[in-house]
């Protein structure tokens, strides 16, 4: 069955330092959706990608769709104690099917 | 709006003793899902649905069982609980499968 991948599981970075993510897909999807998860809260929405290779951005936030609809990054530029919680990708093989996550990845920011 | 309404928010259960997660939606959603999230990992889907009178099993399905009589409310149900259950339980929903999900608070549940 599908499964969806996320590297690295844990990251710890110096507040005001960049952050990476990658989702990968043993699919190809028909989008990627990226969700937040603060401490204690539940997932909440951030954004989707559809076309292959796309890029968005949201204020510090990168979003990137491979060109094989496969995998995506979400890269965070300048870290923000704000931006702590837990990222996760999640993406339906077609437009009609249920949305798998990711295992997500979890980010604390040192101020 | 409310959006997805969970409750409880909080529960304990002994085991073997059974129990009804409540969900509902305000937003006339088709797709609904149950999530589970243990401490510190992702979220494991348990049962889906695409549509009132519809279900499917997710990743993680046994012990469970739900329904979807009406487009509104997705219950999950646990029937002899086990330590294992303890978790946190999402409802979420969305209008198709590839578009914004959005989750209710959880339930969190102990089993002892």
């Known amino acids: 069955g599908q499964q969806v991948m996320q590297i690295p599981q844990y990251q710890h970075v110096q507040e005001g330092e960049d952050f990476t993510t990658y989702c990968n897909s043993s699919?190809?999807?028909?989008?990627i959706q990226w969700y937040k998860q603060r401490p204690g809260g539940h997932p909440v929405f951030l954004i989707q990608?559809?076309?292959?290779?796309e890029v968005k951005k949201q204020k510090r936030l990168t979003f990137q769709f491979g060109e094989a609809k496969k995998n995506s990054s979400l890269h965070i530029t300048a870290t923000q104690t704000t931006d702590v919680g837990t990222y996760f990708c999640?993406?339906?093989?077609?437009?009609?099917?249920?949305?798998?996550f990711g295992p997500g990845t979890s980010l604390s920011v040192i101020p | 709006n409310a959006g997805v309404t969970q409750t409880p928010k909080f529960r304990i259960l002994k085991i073997g003793q059974s129990m009804t997660l409540q969900c509902t939606q305000d937003?006339?959603?088709?797709?609904m899902y149950w999530y589970r999230q243990d401490p510190g990992m992702g979220l494991k889907l348990i049962y889906y649905?695409?549509?009132?009178?519809?279900?499917d099993k997710g990743e993680v399905p046994n012990g469970y069982n739900v329904s979807r009589s009406t487009t509104e409310d997705f219950p999950l149900r646990l029937e002899l609980a086990a330590p294992s259950q303890t978790s946190v339980y999402f409802c979420?929903?969305?209008?198709?499968?590839?578009?914004?999900?959005?989750f209710g608070q959880g339930t969190r549940l102990t089993v002892v």
């Open positions: 979420a929903s969305s209008y198709l499968g590839a578009v914004e999900a959005f």
């Open positions: 699919t190809t999807l028909s989008n």
């Open positions: 990608l559809v076309k292959s290779g």
């Open positions: 999640a993406g339906p093989i077609t437009s009609y099917d249920k949305v798998i």
């Open positions: 937003m006339n959603h088709n797709y």
């Open positions: 649905s695409v549509g009132a009178g519809i279900t």
